[in-house]
């Protein structure tokens, strides 16, 4: 650890820090509703390959402002590699659950991505160890997610329960890209590099998925159905996500993952408002334990260093 890290990890939030962060977690809570709002005219891979291939763009144009080495050899072209194969399953998968499930299921069920980490962590990466709280956070947030698995909507029944298993499968894969980040050269590779890996690496994958799937767009998609597109390039992934990485730079990074739990509260609350889904007693209880299990998952242990690497 530099000693820029170390002041990074002693630094507590400002109210100016932590207000940003709630902006940041109502930004990523918004963005399956987004994705909903723009179905419609615009099928869910084409969405994927327009926000892949326009944020790749704006983080490029970023990197280049900043004066950064993208084409630096540091030993990260398999793990990038590997980062983006699975960031774009985590996308096609997400995608065509949404399909299927409501924006309020699927901001509960993406954001339980923490707690695969966790797992994963603690048994693939010797440093990473669990506490009696991360255990019970644990318990806790499966116990969320069964609750919201085990009670389907009454419209859609088994059709929404296979939309919730792929934003499941979803969070999964979006864990296995945070443990490559973790385990290799990516760790040390500056965070624009390691999210053009994934946006690069994905795009054409997702181009492919969509071709499969025999997805069209509308040839004039309504003034919704753009605003949601550009919501979700511009904003959530060609903005957010660098003011999350600026952010790590400056402040303790497992302070700012304490905050990660607002997200699927926020997600569940814009889809409620914004598309008018249900909010049932089980979806209420599902979201109050993933919430509070996130809350202990994310508290500090010792000796267990938190960097995530994306949001939304």
């Known amino acids: 650890m530099t000693s820029s890290d170390s002041v990074a990890a002693a630094r507590p939030l400002d109210l100016a820090a932590a207000a940003v962060v709630v902006g940041l977690c109502v930004s990523w809570g918004g963005n ?39 084409s630096a050899r540091d030993g990260t072209l398999r793990a990038g590699t590997a980062a983006g194969l699975l960031f774009a399953l985590e996308f096609i998968l997400l995608y065509r659950g949404l399909l299927l499930t409501t924006a309020s299921r699927a901001a509960l069920l993406l954001y339980t991505a923490p707690l695969f980490v966790a797992l994963g962590a603690f048994w693939l990466l010797p440093a990473e160890r669990f506490g009696t709280a991360q255990w019970l956070g644990l318990m806790l947030a499966f116990g969320g997610v069964a609750t919201a698995l085990g009670v389907p909507q009454s419209i859609g029944g088994a059709s929404t329960l296979f939309g919730d298993l792929l934003i499941v499968a979803a969070a999964v894969a979006w864990g296995a890209t945070t443990l490559v980040i973790k385990a290799t050269a990516l760790a040390r590779a500056p965070f624009e590099k390691t999210l053009l890996y994934q946006l690069v690496v994905s795009a054409p994958l997702m181009g492919i998925a969509a071709a ?24 959530v992934v060609g903005i957010t996500y660098l003011v999350w990485f600026a952010l790590i730079t400056r402040y303790s990074a497992s302070r700012l993952a304490a905050f990660t739990f607002l997200t699927p509260v926020f997600g569940v609350a814009a889809g409620h408002l914004m598309l008018g889904e249900p909010l049932t007693p089980s979806l209420l209880l599902a979201l109050a334990l993933v919430a509070g299990g996130l809350v202990l998952v994310n508290k500090p242990a010792s000796g267990w260093p938190r960097r995530q690497p994306r949001w939304g």
């Open 32 to 70: 399956q509703v987004a994705v909903k709002l723009a179905l419609p005219d615009i099928p869910p891979l084409i969405q994927g390959v327009v926000r892949s291939t326009a944020a790749a763009l704006i983080v490029l144009a970023w990197a280049r402002l900043r004066g950064v080495r993208l």
């Open 212 to 235: 499969v799937f025999g997805e069209h767009p509308s040839p004039t998609p309504s003034a919704v159905a753009l605003g949601a597109l550009v919501y979700q390039t511009v904003w």
